[in-house]
């Protein structure tokens, strides 16, 4: 089974580094990587793909990274959509975000994220999301669309 990531960050400097640590991920096709600028984007492209079908063909993004912090639609507003739709409540998804404020890491975990990272300016940043993306992928059965 196809794994697709997503990473969902308005900030083209984050995206280049998380596709630079997971550059060896992608070469050896361990994943797809897949990577969107705003909540807009990725709400279109969920919902053009994956959304309410009952094709089991298609697959579920394997995990998600979203920023929370976008203009327009922010990660708040895209959890709570994919939440409440039945095919993509069960994604997996992880807040990459630079907020390290209690409300937001609370209401994040209200909509069932599977972990909460507060991007640093400290050194390889993204080298914890590459051996997050690496860990999960070799650890854990994702949800099956029923």
């Known amino acids: 089974m196809k794994k697709i990531v ?4 308005d900030d083209t400097t984050d995206i ?3 596709q630079r640590a997971l550059k060896d991920m992608v070469t050896t096709k361990e994943i797809e990587l897949e990577t969107f600028s705003d909540g807009d984007e990725i709400l279109a492209r969920l919902n053009e793909e994956f959304s309410d079908k009952k094709n089991t063909e298609i697959p579920v993004p394997y995990m998600m990274f979203l920023d929370l912090n976008m203009p327009r639609v922010d990660g708040f507003e895209v959890l709570e959509t994919i939440r409440k739709d039945p095919i993509l409540k069960t994604m ?11 409300e937001d890491i609370c209401k994040a975990y209200q909509q069932v994220i599977a972990g909460y990272l507060v991007k640093s300016d ?4 993204y080298e914890k999301v590459k051996d997050l993306v690496r860990s999960y992928a070799q650890a854990v059965i994702p949800p099956v669309v029923l």
């Open 6 to 9: 997503l990473v969902v960050d």
């Open 16 to 18: 280049m580094a998380i």
């Open 92 to 102: 997996v998804v992880f807040v990459l975000t630079t907020s390290n404020n209690p």
């Open 122 to 125: 400290q050194g390889n940043r």
